[in-house]
């Protein structure tokens, strides 16, 4: 069995379920245990340890390889992120290999990028040829299954980088852009009435089923027309509906939750500002709100910079790629950090209730990420 894989095998045997779908007490919860687990194995390998306090008891896990010349001039960034969903069965928390396959909560997303990153690493520190100039900060991260505060503390305590590599499962492709992710809700009033005289009442859920139709038809079908290269158009998705209280009243209020995903160009602002706009033109009412405050926006790396135009060829990546979930690359591209998203695995087995990694790939990964890493000035 290879380092990777034995590392793998370990990682998914350490729940880091983030604590946001669990109670505060289940003893799944938390990136504590695996923020430990390589800490040690980080220390073992020579590397610099430091954990960064995002929120007590969660902190991100910061592991420095310094270069040989102890100047440093380039700055790459590793960063997986360590928490993942939960999951019915405590099954899926033990490690099962089956044809090629190891299966496991967080096999994936993102434990096989931590295992490939980190075992790249801790080769390169034993290796007589490491980067002269160049620092390689390893970042696990917590919290990106949720509100990517881990991320986003990474860069508010003012982190640098020249290239994030952030770990994803890519199927080992090299992503330079994916879409931004806006969660809004929208509130209906009406006039409550007896149930049986609905002409006395305003009827929040039939204004708010108006809503509905509109943006799943008419402005559905207006986001179809813009379209980026990489990441196809953005689009508009209504979530969650609840309104009234019992049959016999009519309702005063209906709030549905909807997920407007953006493509680059696009802005928090300008979208609420469309959606606006739509409802007046419509004769339609309702109140905007944000479900979450921080920023998700889409991400487009700059395919001129050399550090992106190596990652490539080491991947023999000829064309750049998008997809259409968010992650963290966006947060640290935010923040001034050139960023791209790469990792084994395929998104396709994220979050489902048997979630595999395929082996050969997560081998290959390690090579790729130890290449790359091996020939940095």
């Given at each position: 069995?290879?380092?990777?894989t034995?590392?793998?095998?370990?990682?998914?045997?350490?729940?880091?379920?983030?604590?946001?779908?669990?109670?505060?007490?289940?003893?799944?919860?938390?990136?504590?245990?695996?923020?430990?687990?390589?800490?040690?194995?980080?220390?073992?390998?020579?590397?610099?340890?430091e954990?960064q306090?995002?929120?007590?008891?969660?902190?991100?896990?910061?592991?420095?390889?310094?270069?040989?010349?102890?100047h440093?001039?380039?700055?790459?960034?590793?960063?997986?992120?360590?928490?993942?969903v939960?999951?019915?069965?405590?099954?899926?928390?033990?490690?099962?290999?089956?044809?090629?396959?190891l299966?496991?909560?967080g096999?994936?997303?993102?434990?096989?990028s931590?295992?490939?990153m980190?075992t790249?690493?801790?080769?390169?520190?034993?290796?007589?040829?490491?980067?002269?100039?160049?620092?390689?900060?390893?970042?696990?991260?917590?919290?990106?299954?949720?509100?990517?505060?881990?991320?986003?503390?990474?860069?508010?305590?003012?982190?640098?980088?020249?290239?994030?590599?952030?770990?994803?499962?890519?199927?080992?492709?090299?992503?330079?852009?994916?879409?931004?992710?806006l969660?809004?809700?929208?509130?209906t009033h009406?006039?409550?009435?007896?149930?049986?005289?609905?002409?006395?009442?305003?009827?929040?859920?039939?204004?708010?089923?108006?809503?509905?139709?509109?943006?799943?038809?008419?402005?559905?079908?207006?986001?179809?027309?813009?379209?980026?290269?990489?990441?196809?158009?953005?689009?508009?998705?209504?979530?969650?509906?609840?309104?009234?209280?019992?049959?016999n009243?009519?309702?005063?209020?209906?709030?549905?939750?909807?997920?407007?995903?953006?493509?680059?160009?696009?802005?928090?602002?300008?979208?609420?500002?469309e959606?606006?706009?739509?409802?007046?033109?419509?004769?339609?009412?309702?109140?905007?709100?944000?479900?979450?405050?921080?920023?998700?926006?889409?991400?487009?790396?700059?395919?001129?910079?050399?550090?992106?135009?190596?990652f490539?060829?080491?991947?023999?990546?000829?064309?750049?790629?998008?997809?259409?979930?968010?992650?963290?690359?966006?947060?640290?591209?935010?923040?001034?950090?050139?960023s791209?998203?790469?990792?084994?695995?395929?998104?396709?087995?994220a979050?489902?209730?048997?979630?595999?990694?395929?082996?050969r790939?997560?081998?290959?990964?390690?090579?790729?990420?130890?290449?790359?890493l091996?020939?940095?000035?």
């Open positions: 069995m290879s380092r990777t034995k590392l793998l095998r370990e990682l998914i045997a350490l729940p880091s379920v983030n604590p946001a779908f669990l109670t505060c007490d289940d003893p799944c919860a938390g990136e504590q245990r695996v923020a430990d687990f390589l800490a040690a194995m980080a220390a073992r390998a020579g590397l610099d340890v954990f306090e995002v929120f007590r008891p969660r902190a991100n896990l910061l592991v420095r390889l310094a270069p040989s010349f102890r440093v001039r380039k700055r790459i960034l590793l960063a997986p992120h360590m928490d993942t939960g999951g019915e069965s405590p099954m899926i928390f033990e490690p099962r290999e089956k044809h090629g396959r299966h496991g909560r096999a994936c997303d993102t434990k096989g931590i295992a490939a980190l790249a690493l801790t080769d390169l520190a034993r290796s007589a040829q490491r980067p002269k100039e160049t620092e390689i900060v390893f970042a696990g991260l917590v919290d990106e299954e949720n509100g990517q505060a881990g991320s986003r503390a990474l860069v508010a305590k003012g982190f640098k980088a020249d290239l994030a590599i952030v770990g994803e499962p890519t199927n080992l492709q090299v992503v330079t852009a994916h879409k931004g992710d969660w809004l809700q929208l509130e009406g006039k409550a009435a007896h149930g049986s005289r609905p002409d006395l009442g305003r009827n929040a859920v039939h204004e708010m089923a108006r809503i509905v139709d509109l943006f799943e038809t008419t402005y559905a079908a207006t986001l179809k027309r813009r379209r980026h290269p990489l990441l196809g158009y953005p689009t508009v998705s209504v979530g969650t509906i609840a309104g009234g209280s019992q049959p009243i009519v309702p005063d209020q209906c709030r549905i939750s909807i997920d407007r995903r953006t493509i680059p160009g696009e802005t928090e602002p300008g979208v609420r500002r959606i606006k706009s739509l409802l007046q033109k419509h004769d339609l009412s309702a109140n905007l709100l944000n479900i979450r405050n921080a920023p998700c926006p889409a991400m487009e790396a700059n395919l001129n910079l050399p550090l992106v135009k190596m490539l060829q080491v991947a023999g990546q000829r064309k750049p790629v998008g997809v259409h979930y968010f992650c963290d690359a966006a947060v640290l591209a935010s923040g001034g950090i050139p791209v998203v790469f990792g084994p695995g395929d998104i396709a087995q979050h489902t209730a048997d979630e595999w990694i395929s082996l790939q997560l081998e290959g990964g390690t090579r790729m990420l130890f290449h790359f091996q020939s940095l000035p």
